[in-house]
């Protein structure tokens, strides 16, 4: 009598774990209904996404839309034309022109990046320790993913907040090549702190610094020459 009832349990749970299984594959072989196929005929009121499962077109689209809002707003056109009034001076003085490679390290949500973009930079990169795309793209300041000398320009706005200042001149120059330029902007300065901030680039030779206003806060901007990339 036992092993009948003990049969008939075995026979149950492995009619039961079939039925599991079957079920499952069904349900991932489905399309699930909510999704809407993008082959189907779009109803008026349908603008986007694709389908309602399309998430990477509904993040895109956000990320558009986002940065149009951010690009509009005041104060970004106000820290771009402060930027791009910087680095006229710097085409000015013949440290950048429309041909240069520049890199904006710790670019931040990229106004540096626009601003040269706007003045008619074609090859600019900017990076930051989070992404901004399409401005700029993640990495580390003291670790830069480039290879050395690649770059006409660098320039950090940031320079006097780095973690490792020594570290992050030596990233900088590393990826300038010999005869360009590394521009720091740090707070407002005098002498003193100019030569600090100038003695921590080993292989450029200090050209000059300068005060100038960026959205209202005074600062200084010290030019550098990398005398050798090796
Ligand atoms: C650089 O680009 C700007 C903007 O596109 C343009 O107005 C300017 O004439 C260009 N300068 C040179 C030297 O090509
Ligand atoms: C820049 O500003 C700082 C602080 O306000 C001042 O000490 C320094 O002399 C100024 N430098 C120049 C070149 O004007």
């Given at each position: 009598m036992e092993r009948h009832i003990q049969i008939l349990l075995n026979r149950l749970s492995f009619a039961s774990i079939t039925i599991a299984t079957v079920t499952l594959i069904f349900l991932f072989l489905q399309t699930p209904k909510t999704c809407v196929p993008i082959t189907s005929n779009p109803k008026?009121?349908?603008?986007?996404?694709?389908?309602?499962?399309?998430f990477s077109h509904r993040s895109l689209t956000s990320i558009d839309k986002k940065n149009k809002k951010l690009w509009s707003s005041k104060d970004w056109i106000k820290k771009v034309n402060s930027f791009s009034s910087l680095f006229h001076d710097l085409q000015t003085l013949n440290?950048?022109?429309?041909?240069s490679r520049a890199l904006c390290v710790?670019?931040?949500?990229?106004h540096e990046v626009m601003a040269m973009k706007q003045i008619g930079l074609k090859d600019v990169t900017g990076v930051e320790l989070v992404d901004s795309p399409p401005l700029v793209s993640r990495a580390d300041p003291h670790n830069l993913p480039f290879f050395d000398g690649v770059f006409d320009l660098g320039f950090s706005a940031q320079f006097d907040r780095a973690l490792f200042p020594r570290r992050y001149a030596e990233e900088m120059e590393r990826t300038v090549r010999a005869g360009g330029a590394c521009v720091v902007a740090v707070e407002a300065c005098g002498d003193v702190e100019v030569k600090e901030v100038a003695s921590l680039f080993r292989k450029s030779r200090f050209v000059r610094a300068d005060n100038f206003t960026l959205i209202g806060s005074k600062m200084t901007r010290i030019i550098l020459r990398v005398a050798n990339s090796s």
């Amino acid at each position: 009598m036992e092993r009948h009832i003990q049969i008939l349990l075995n026979r149950l749970s492995f009619a039961s774990i079939t039925i599991a299984t079957v079920t499952l594959i069904f349900l991932f072989l489905q399309t699930p209904k909510t999704c809407v196929p993008i082959t189907s005929n779009p109803k008026p009121h349908h603008k986007f996404p694709k389908s309602t499962c399309d998430f990477s077109h509904r993040s895109l689209t956000s990320i558009d839309k986002k940065n149009k809002k951010l690009w509009s707003s005041k104060d970004w056109i106000k820290k771009v034309n402060s930027f791009s009034s910087l680095f006229h001076d710097l085409q000015t003085l013949n440290h950048l022109n429309n041909r240069s490679r520049a890199l904006c390290v710790s670019a931040g949500a990229g106004h540096e990046v626009m601003a040269m973009k706007q003045i008619g930079l074609k090859d600019v990169t900017g990076v930051e320790l989070v992404d901004s795309p399409p401005l700029v793209s993640r990495a580390d300041p003291h670790n830069l993913p480039f290879f050395d000398g690649v770059f006409d320009l660098g320039f950090s706005a940031q320079f006097d907040r780095a973690l490792f200042p020594r570290r992050y001149a030596e990233e900088m120059e590393r990826t300038v090549r010999a005869g360009g330029a590394c521009v720091v902007a740090v707070e407002a300065c005098g002498d003193v702190e100019v030569k600090e901030v100038a003695s921590l680039f080993r292989k450029s030779r200090f050209v000059r610094a300068d005060n100038f206003t960026l959205i209202g806060s005074k600062m200084t901007r010290i030019i550098l020459r990398v005398a050798n990339s090796s």
